[in-house]
């Protein structure tokens, strides 16, 4: 024997890295990869160790053998072989996200609501599927996404009644109340969260503002709404990464009911060959209840710039919601209508804001939420008194002094 050499080969076959040399004259090996933190070893002569392996040793080797002719020691004869390095690795990361929010709750016609799962940093693809509550999930699938003009999703399997799993007697009662109350042309039902009996100190502190209390969830089920099992509707698509990995995302699309698919709890599980037990993701659809209003400054004065902004709900809400500012009775400050946003900001505020009460609208696909809050402006002593708004009056500050 003369020597062993180890190749990686790379780009298709076309270029071969030398890894590993063992010259059987002198019985030393060595390796040609100083910058590879000497990773490789030799073991026995003829075998590569490569400790760790990563995604990146994934690829062809071959092994070269040359050996001695018998009839001259000047002549050396080659042989060699190849084999294929398959490197599997689990998924690194897993999400589930809600498609194309956020989204207004829409209160007279049925509209789909698609949940993606995305599944990042696994080699091969991982195998994706659904669970709603606990239970597999049986989807139709589809080779490609939905039309989002063609209605409802539909399909020729029959329905299935969730009455019996996805409503209690609270909610069968609130159904049945709705409908009752729009036959005798009463008002609706409207639901109103539960009020903590230990004071927010964010109120306390906020002496600019009059918070209402009053929230409204709207629960407006109209007759579209059906109470029955909805067909799921199931698409994968598959990205291959530059360093060997493949990020599947699936797409499971239904006609939502927000009646029964409200607080309903959907989890996102990964199947594959490097992992002892699947990966999860869960979220619960949730629709927003009790807005938190901040504003600031604490103190509002005649001049400053005022902002008023939503810092959370009374629950966790999913999917993110939309805001939606209007002020009762009157325009925004800036003449508009209305202002979608998470803040509202009041520029330079003027005595006649004093006592102006602002509505924010808070909605996802699954319901809606109003909460008012009540602007106070104190007088400003760098401003000359005696401003007045529109209908005479003083301003608060004058009116206390």
Same mark, same amino acid.
């Given at each position: 024997?003369?020597? %062993?050499?180890?190749?990686?080969?790379?780009?298709g076959?076309? $270029?071969?890295?030398? $890894?590993?040399?063992?010259?059987?004259m002198?019985s030393?090996?060595?390796?040609?990869?100083e910058?590879y933190?000497?990773r !490789?070893? =030799?073991?026995?002569?003829?075998?590569?160790?490569?400790?760790?392996?990563? $995604?990146? #040793?994934n690829g062809p080797?071959? +092994?070269?053998?040359?050996?001695?002719?018998?009839?001259?020691?000047?002549?050396v004869?080659?042989?060699s072989?190849?084999?294929?390095l398959n490197?599997?690795?689990?998924?690194?990361?897993?999400?589930?996200?809600?498609?194309?929010?956020?989204?207004p709750?829409?209160?007279?016609?049925?509209?789909?609501?698609?949940?993606? +799962? $995305?599944?990042?940093g696994?080699?091969?693809?991982?195998?994706?599927?659904?669970?709603?509550?606990?239970?597999?999930?049986?989807?139709?699938?589809?080779?490609?996404?939905p039309v989002?003009?063609?209605?409802?999703?539909?399909? /020729?399997?029959?329905?299935?009644? =969730?009455l019996?799993?996805?409503l209690? #007697?609270?909610?069968m009662? &609130?159904?049945?109340?709705?409908?009752?109350?729009?036959?005798? *042309?009463?008002?609706?039902?409207t639901?109103?969260?539960?009020r903590?009996?230990?004071?927010?100190?964010? @109120?306390?502190f906020?002496?600019?503002?009059?918070?209402?209390? !009053?929230?409204?969830?709207?629960?407006?089920?109209?007759?579209w709404?059906h109470?029955?099992?909805? %067909?799921?509707?199931? &698409?994968?698509?598959?990205?291959?990464?530059?360093? *060997?990995?493949?990020?599947?995302?699936?797409?499971?699309?239904?006609?939502?009911?927000?009646q029964?698919?409200?607080?309903?709890?959907?989890? +996102?599980?990964?199947?594959?060959?490097? =992992?002892?037990?699947?990966?999860?993701?869960e979220?619960?659809?949730?629709?927003?209840?009790?807005?938190?209003?901040?504003?600031?400054p604490?103190?509002?004065?005649?001049?400053?710039?005022?902002?008023?902004?939503v810092h959370?709900?009374?629950n966790?809400?999913f999917?993110?919601?939309?805001?939606?500012?209007?002020?009762?009775g009157?325009r925004?400050? #800036?003449?508009?209508?209305e202002? #979608?946003?998470k803040e =509202?900001?009041?520029?330079?505020?003027?005595?006649?804001?004093n *006592?102006?009460?602002? &509505? +924010?609208?808070?909605?996802n696909p699954?319901?809606?939420?109003?909460?008012?809050?009540?602007? @106070?402006?104190?007088?400003?002593?760098?401003?000359? &008194?005696?401003?007045?708004d529109?209908n005479?009056? /003083?301003s608060?500050?004058?009116?206390?002094?």
């Open positions: 024997m003369r020597e %062993i050499v180890w190749y990686r080969v790379t780009d076959g076309t $270029i071969k890295q030398k $890894i590993f040399t063992f010259d059987a002198f030393t090996n060595y390796s040609h990869m910058n933190r000497k !490789e070893d =030799l073991v026995y002569q003829s075998t590569v160790r490569l400790p760790e392996v990563r $995604i990146s #040793d080797y071959e +092994c070269h053998v040359g050996i001695y002719d018998r009839a001259t020691r000047e002549k004869v080659l042989a072989g190849n084999i294929f490197v599997m690795a689990p998924p690194t990361s897993i999400e589930v996200v809600a498609a194309d929010m956020p989204a709750f829409s209160r007279y016609q049925a509209q789909n609501f698609t949940l993606v +799962c $995305i599944v990042s696994g080699k091969p693809a991982p195998m994706v599927y659904f669970k709603r509550d606990g239970e597999p999930i049986q989807a139709v699938p589809l080779s490609e996404p989002a003009s063609s209605g409802p999703l539909q399909d /020729s399997r029959p329905f299935r009644s =969730l019996h799993r996805d209690d #007697d609270t909610k009662q &609130r159904s049945l109340s709705l409908l009752d109350a729009e036959n005798r *042309g009463g008002r609706p039902y639901e109103r969260p539960a903590s009996l230990t004071p927010d100190p964010s @109120i306390l906020q002496p600019t503002t009059e918070n209402v209390p !009053e929230t409204v969830v709207s629960r407006e089920f109209p007759r709404v109470s029955n099992e909805p %067909i799921y509707f199931l &698409r994968h698509s598959h990205a291959p990464s530059s360093d *060997g990995t493949v990020e599947v995302r699936a797409l499971l699309t239904w006609t939502l009911n927000p029964i698919d409200n607080e309903a709890l959907f989890s +996102c599980e990964v199947k594959h060959p490097a =992992l002892s037990m699947p990966m999860q993701a979220v619960t659809l949730v629709a927003p209840k009790g807005p938190k209003i901040m504003m600031t604490s103190r509002a004065r005649v001049g400053d710039t005022v902002r008023i902004l959370g709900f009374q966790e809400v999917p993110e919601p939309m805001f939606t500012w209007t002020r009762v009157s925004l400050l #800036d003449g508009s209508t202002f #979608d946003g =509202l900001v009041l520029e330079r505020v003027p005595a006649e804001l *006592g102006s009460m602002y &509505r +924010c609208t808070a909605q699954l319901g809606s939420t109003d909460t008012h809050t009540r602007l @106070i402006v104190f007088e400003n002593p760098n401003i000359a &008194r005696g401003t007045e529109s005479g009056k /003083s608060l500050s004058e009116l206390l002094a």
